[in-house]
């Protein structure tokens, strides 16, 4: 059978006038296209030795934080589109994605596991202030009391602080926030329209503070360029309120690697050849490395430095390596009477 090709939209909302505008930086200023994918599944499975996750949930194709790194580039060629501005601009939603998830876990095979929010592009990107489809996605969580993680770069996941509580309270849940950089000068030239830095900290403390899990993910780390970071990120994570902390290596696959050296160029000139050869380096001549269980990480003496500086501050601070997601036993289906019962 085959599957439905995803149909442009007329008149695509506009995420600087909804409600929840404050979470959201500066409008960008190339134009948006969306598109509605009708999809006869959402919950997409991971056999990656890499992901310490078996479930993953993307509401969203395509990204309008515009990383520059973003490893789902690629992705987005497979629905003919480019890798490039078209990943940016051209953005694909899954309405039924609540209603999918819901038949999902009413399946007599679904036991509970853990579903991360995404795997693949950001599931709090812009669009979402106007679709609300992620905050959709959790509270079919917290009915059914699954285990949810969630990673992101954008401060709007702050608006669904009471649903995260109810699912931590009653199963599991846990929010990292995406900071690879210190300031939000230097992030703004390599991920020019995810939240300010400053404005994820601040949402990472938010989410404490309401009773939510928080953690921190400084990737991808890229040597030469953020590196130094590391130590400052960790600490103000962990004054913020986050109990655990990863990092992932900077790798480009595919048509990524363009995108990625093109804008490092144009951006910072003075350090961009220092950036390449350093990524080569811990790459093993390469700026990619495909291998399961390589391709998160790097490798040689370059690497170790950067690996020895991470885990040193993490330990220093109390920072878990990476907290489970999985909470067994708690998962319920509810009874046709609701909750009552």
Avoid at 33 to 45: G, K, M, P, T, W
Avoid at 52 to 59: A, D, G, I, K, M
Wanted: hydrophobic share 40%; with cysteine.
């Amino acid at each position: 059978m085959t599957r439905p090709v995803p149909r442009p939209v007329d008149n695509p909302p506009n995420p600087w006038s909804s409600t929840h505008v404050e979470y959201l930086d500066e409008p960008p200023p190339a134009r948006l296209e969306v598109f509605h994918d009708h999809a006869r599944s959402i919950l997409a499975r991971n056999d990656s030795p890499d992901i310490p996750f078996r479930w993953s949930l993307n509401p969203y194709r395509g990204c309008m934080h515009a990383c520059a790194y973003c490893y789902a580039r690629p992705s987005h060629q497979h629905l003919g589109f480019g890798a490039g501005t078209d990943f940016d601009r051209k953005i694909v939603v899954k309405p039924d994605a609540p209603a999918l998830l819901r038949e999902a876990f009413d399946k007599r095979s679904w036991v509970g596991e853990a579903v991360m929010l995404s795997g693949n592009t950001d599931c709090y990107q812009p669009l979402e202030a106007s679709y609300a489809l992620t905050r959709a996605c959790l509270q079919v969580c917290a009915e059914y009391r699954n285990p949810v993680g969630v990673i992101t770069k954008s401060a709007l996941v702050r608006r669904d602080v009471d649903v995260l509580a109810r699912i931590a309270r009653e199963s599991l849940a846990r929010v990292m926030l995406s900071i690879p950089f210190a300031r939000d000068d230097d992030a703004l030239k390599i991920e020019p329209w995810a939240a300010r830095v400053s404005r994820r900290f601040d949402a990472m403390r938010a989410l404490a503070e309401g009773g939510v899990p928080v953690g921190v993910s400084v990737s991808p780390v890229i040597p030469g360029l953020n590196d130094h970071d590391v130590p400052e990120i960790l600490e103000r994570a962990r004054d913020a309120g986050a109990t655990t902390a990863f990092m992932i290596a900077l790798r480009l696959p595919g048509e990524v690697g363009p995108i990625f050296e093109a804008r490092l160029r144009e951006a910072f000139p003075d350090r961009a050849a220092r950036v390449m050869s350093q990524l080569v380096d811990i790459r093993r001549g390469r700026v990619d490395e495909r291998a399961f269980g390589a391709r998160m990480r790097g490798e040689g003496p370059r690497w170790e430095i950067v690996r020895q500086l991470f885990h040193a501050h993490a330990r220093r601070l109390g920072l878990d390596a990476r907290a489970p997601i999985e909470a067994p036993g708690r998962f319920r289906r509810p009874s046709a009477q609701g909750e009552l019962f």
